[in-house]
């Protein structure tokens, strides 16, 4: 009888020092901002260094990269982590916290994390140019322009480098690409659309 009782005190010691709280992962990331992004089938989850989940699955998490890496998993950078909505056939960007709260609507076109406080983002303006009397309808032209923006979505800083849009070309497959990139925590470099030359500005 004895040796059962120390059998099931150990059995009850083993259980609470080695616990599974979550099973069947498809992929676990490094810690970024003290979460770590966990993936099971196509959902993101992440859980704090507790394995407790600080934002619950789902299917709107977008893959972090830097001009130089393509990371494969969603993570956090100043307190923000990319996700996107599909709105008429095209991917809008836009920005969760660590609460798993919007706090940046999807609007944007193109979006990169954040570095030092500051994002780049592309968004698509329309502007009616006139009125097609045969077809009745407005003749419209689209643009694409570039802002830098602050965690809180406020616009520090429009770039010069304007370009006219067909918008028809849009889908989820064929994103614009960033005429810009920043080079430090205040300097961004802007590349031209006429010279395909870079101008630098500190902001």
């Not at 920005?95 to 940046?104: H, L, T």
Request: glycine fraction near 6%.
């Amino acid at each position: 009888m004895k040796n059962v009782i120390i059998l099931f005190i150990c059995l009850i010691i083993h259980s609470f020092g080695y616990t599974q709280i979550i099973k069947d992962l498809d992929e676990i990331s490094p810690f970024h901002e003290e979460l770590s992004a966990i993936k099971k089938g196509g959902d993101w989850a992440f859980i704090n260094a507790e394995g407790i989940k600080a934002i619950n699955f789902r299917n709107d998490l977008v893959f972090g990269k830097t001009e130089e890496i393509d990371f494969g998993y969603p993570f956090f950078s100043d307190g923000r982590c990319l996700n996107r909505e599909l709105k008429d056939g095209a991917y809008y960007y836009g920005y969760i916290d660590k609460n798993g709260k919007q706090v940046i609507s999807p609007r944007y076109l193109n979006a990169t994390n954040f570095e030092n406080g500051y994002a780049i983002v592309i968004t698509l303006e329309k502007e009616i140019i006139g009125y097609n009397e045969s077809l009745g309808k407005n003749v419209v032209s689209y643009t694409l322009r570039e802002y830098i923006i602050d965690t809180s979505g406020k616009t520090i800083k429009e770039l010069d480098n304007a370009r006219n849009y067909v918008k028809s070309k849009y889908n989820t497959k064929n994103v614009p690409r960033f005429y810009s990139k920043f080079i430090a925590p205040h300097l961004i470099a802007v590349q031209t659309t006429d010279a395909k030359k870079y101008n630098i500005y500190k902001f």
